[in-house]
């Protein structure tokens, strides 16, 4: 081509030097003009119908590859390689040419295999192990080791060294190496084991007050864990914090389908007293108490007979009581609500009695762990239990309020004006 492109020069009778340099002149034209007409077929047109014939076909996974641009960033290897081809032609420049291209496609490769290694992580994504064994760790960690190795080449080409002389040099390095990379060697390692003792996955709530972390995991990466809290802050911490440090992971909850309701009232012990027979047939008209007390009443009298009890005494013998009665009632009632979880713990408890009366707790699993939900349960069963308390003839405990007061003072202002 340039003998060509030379001899057609000659033909105008110009000076050998001036047509020496208007011949690279115009080749150097050629190659270019060659270069961007290459670079327009692969963009406009090779590009446009394998975009086309990726997003009509059935397959989603190779769609992430588009978004990548990893086939956009390939096509940049096609300017480079047709210079390449034609450094040669310069023979004085050829070295800096062909190094120079050189360059431009190792750093061209580096940011495709990037881009391929990004859309395989998109690509796993979009399966359901991706939760339970995310590798975005891994995947950073490959990038590393990618870009280290791909500056190492650089560097040999530019210099003319052999790589393998200047990774023997980097030894020497190793210890500042590690220094500078410390976060990324604990946090890989961190992330290594948080995968392979599934202890933590995207998605899992997640509590650790030392870093104020209330909320789902919502990325796991190699050096950190991203926390989206309740509050819609983000909280982002050291994966090796979840190694050393102790956190509440409530994975647990979602799997077994029931969240606890553990929660007191307070009974005034004044108020506790012993069922008087009035009040015994009263509690057979209440649907989850019938059967109880029928129950309860026939054993009690059986038990007072075997034994001569003397009746006239309330202290004598067994006698049904209104805190047990309405214990009982509590327990049938979470044994018969809708949204409370069967197949687990679910009972109604006395605790210690204290300064503030006498602790009875409701203990048990609602059937769906979704916090709103969750919550509107809760506030629905205890709005119950306050409510009917009194027709049980007990009293809930609470400190004396204004209202308190001022009905004690409106009480004895009455009682000294009848006096």
């Known amino acids: 081509m340039m003998e060509w492109i030379r001899d057609w020069l000659l033909q105008f009778n110009m000076d050998p030097d001036t047509v020496t340099t208007l011949t690279y002149i115009v080749m150097s034209v050629l190659i270019i003009l060659l270069c961007v007409v290459a670079n327009l077929i692969t963009k406009k047109i090779v590009l446009k119908i394998l975009a086309h014939v990726i997003k009509?076909?059935?397959?989603?996974?190779?769609?992430?590859?588009?978004?990548?641009?990893?086939?956009?960033?390939?096509?940049?290897?096609?300017?480079?390689?047709?210079?390449?081809?034609?450094?040669?032609?310069?023979?004085?420049?050829?070295?800096?040419?062909?190094?120079?291209?050189?360059?431009?496609?190792?750093?061209?490769?580096?940011?495709?295999v990037n881009s391929f290694l990004s859309a395989l992580h998109d690509i796993y994504l979009t399966y359901e192990i991706s939760k339970v064994r995310p590798i975005k760790g891994f995947v950073q960690v490959v990038k590393i080791i990618l870009f280290f190795i791909g500056s190492i080449v650089l560097i040999a080409t530019l210099l003319d060294k052999n790589p393998l002389l200047l990774l023997s040099g980097l030894g020497a390095l190793s210890a500042v190496l590690m220094l500078i990379f410390q976060n990324s060697i604990l946090g890989f390692v961190a992330g290594v084991q948080l995968t392979a003792n599934n202890m933590v996955r995207v998605g899992d709530w997640i509590e650790m007050p030392k870093h104020n972390a209330d909320g789902?995991?919502?990325?796991?990466?190699?050096?950190?864990?991203?926390?989206?809290?309740?509050?819609?802050?983000?909280?982002?911490?050291?994966?090796?914090?979840?190694?050393?440090?102790?956190?509440?992971n409530w994975r647990g909850m979602h799997e077994t389908g029931g969240r606890r309701i553990k929660r007191s009232i307070y009974i005034d012990v004044a108020s506790i007293r012993f069922c008087t027979d009035e009040m015994i047939e009263r509690f057979k008209k209440i649907h989850y108490l019938k059967d109880y007390v029928e129950s309860k009443e026939r054993e009690i009298e059986e038990y007072n007979r075997e034994n001569n009890i003397d009746p006239s005494s309330v202290v004598n013998g067994r006698r049904m009581t209104n805190i047990g009665t309405y214990r009982v009632y509590i327990q049938n009632y979470l044994q018969n609500h809708p949204k409370i979880h069967?197949?687990?713990?679910?009972?109604?408890?006395?605790?210690?009695?204290?300064?503030?009366?006498?602790?009875?707790?409701?203990?048990?699993?609602?059937?769906?762990?979704?916090?709103?939900?969750?919550?509107?349960?809760?506030?629905?069963?205890?709005?119950?239990i306050f409510a009917v308390a009194p027709e049980f003839g007990l009293r809930i405990f609470q400190n004396p309020t204004g209202h308190d007061m001022r009905h004690m003072l409106l009480e004895e202002g009455a009682v000294r004006e009848r006096g």
């Open 216 to 248: 789902d995991v919502v990325e796991i990466t190699l050096t950190t864990v991203k926390v989206q809290n309740w509050d819609k802050t983000i909280t982002m911490i050291p994966a090796a914090a979840f190694i050393t440090d102790s956190f509440k």
């Open 342 to 384: 069967k197949g687990l713990t679910c009972m109604v408890r006395q605790l210690a009695p204290g300064e503030y009366g006498l602790p009875l707790e409701i203990y048990c699993f609602t059937s769906d762990t979704r916090w709103p939900v969750y919550e509107a349960i809760q506030a629905d069963i205890f709005d119950h």
């Open 56 to 112: 009509r076909n059935r397959f989603t996974w190779d769609d992430k590859l588009l978004e990548r641009k990893v086939f956009q960033r390939l096509s940049h290897l096609v300017p480079a390689m047709i210079i390449f081809h034609f450094a040669p032609l310069y023979l004085g420049y050829q070295p800096l040419i062909e190094k120079a291209a050189f360059v431009y496609m190792i750093i061209v490769i580096m940011l495709v």
